[in-house]
């Protein structure tokens, strides 16, 4: 999911990566961006084991809570590839619940983003990750299948590490591969695929529910 995204990514978050490692960059400059993402990452986690712990309580709690966290990711990965492929736009809808909390974060990251030390440009991207993103909330869907807190910062480390190629060549691709990234094409590939995902998630759901009646 993290690797299907890098359009979205560069387009969602390519110009606060671009910032940190502009032409003529040295190592240290490398460093400090490898150093935001990973503050980014570790959000990322530390949101997937907020969930892991939700749908811990969840599944035990409620009888069939498996397979509605499976429609859930199902409805999810669907909605997530219209959006890749600007079908439908529902997912905006869910970015706006987030906005509140990322207006404080956001002029705490920009001042952070600023400074030049590894440990400030590492904090910067903690609060980075909290940025609105229907990708992020997707792969949290994913998170709250684990039903583990542990299992639910795995996943989210991997979505995060997936993420990651696109965030930290963002300085380095050419042009051209950029374009490649962004066309829509591009995306509405990567659209298609998730919806296909999507559906195959839900037929399971759908069997599963079907051998539990």
Same mark, same amino acid.
Request: glycine content about 16%; hydrophobic content about 55%.
């Given at each position: 999911?993290?690797?299907?995204?890098?359009?979205?990514?560069?387009?969602?978050?390519?110009?606060?990566?671009?910032?940190?490692?502009?032409?003529?960059?040295?190592?240290?400059?490398?460093?400090?961006?490898?150093?935001?993402?990973?503050?980014?990452?570790?959000?990322?986690?530390?949101?997937?084991?907020?969930?892991?712990?939700?749908?811990?309580?969840?599944?035990?709690?409620?009888?069939?809570?498996?397979?509605?966290?499976?429609?859930?990711? =199902? %409805?999810? $990965?669907?909605? *997530?590839?219209?959006?890749?492929?600007?079908? @439908? +736009?529902?997912?905006?809808?869910?970015?706006? &619940?987030?906005?509140?909390?990322?207006?404080?974060?956001?002029?705490?990251?920009?001042?952070?983003?600023?400074?030049?030390?590894?440990?400030?440009?590492?904090?910067?991207?903690?609060?980075?990750?909290?940025?609105?993103?229907?990708?992020?909330?997707?792969?949290?869907?994913?998170?709250?299948?684990?039903?583990?807190?542990?299992?639910?910062?795995?996943?989210?480390? =991997? %979505?995060? $590490?997936?993420? *990651?190629?696109?965030?930290?060549?963002?300085? @380095? +691709?050419?042009?051209?591969?950029?374009?490649? &990234?962004?066309?829509?094409?591009?995306?509405?590939?990567?659209?298609?695929?998730?919806?296909?995902?999507?559906?195959?998630?839900?037929?399971?759901?759908?069997?599963?529910?079907?051998?539990?009646?």
């Amino acid at each position: 999911m993290g690797l299907a995204g890098a359009g979205h990514c560069l387009m969602m978050c390519g110009g606060l990566a671009g910032a940190l490692n502009r032409p003529g960059d040295t190592a240290p400059s490398i460093a400090a961006l490898v150093s935001y993402n990973a503050g980014r990452i570790s959000s990322y986690a530390l949101a997937g084991t907020l969930v892991g712990l939700l749908s811990q309580a969840i599944l035990s709690g409620i009888g069939p809570g498996l397979l509605i966290l499976r429609f859930v990711a =199902a %409805f999810f $990965l669907i909605a *997530l590839g219209c959006y890749f492929g600007g079908w @439908w +736009f529902g997912l905006q809808k869910l970015e706006r &619940l987030g906005r509140p909390l990322w207006q404080r974060l956001a002029p705490s990251a920009a001042k952070l983003r600023q400074g030049n030390g590894l440990l400030t440009r590492y904090l910067a991207g903690t609060l980075w990750g909290w940025l609105p993103c229907g990708l992020v909330y997707s792969a949290l869907s994913w998170a709250a299948l684990s039903g583990s807190p542990a299992t639910g910062a795995l996943y989210m480390l =991997a %979505f995060g $590490l997936g993420t *990651l190629p696109a965030m930290l060549a963002m300085g @380095w +691709f050419s042009g051209a591969l950029q374009s490649i &990234l962004k066309a829509q094409g591009f995306r509405q590939a990567m659209g298609v695929l998730m919806i296909v995902y999507g559906l195959w998630v839900a037929v399971i759901a759908l069997r599963q529910t079907l051998v539990f009646n």
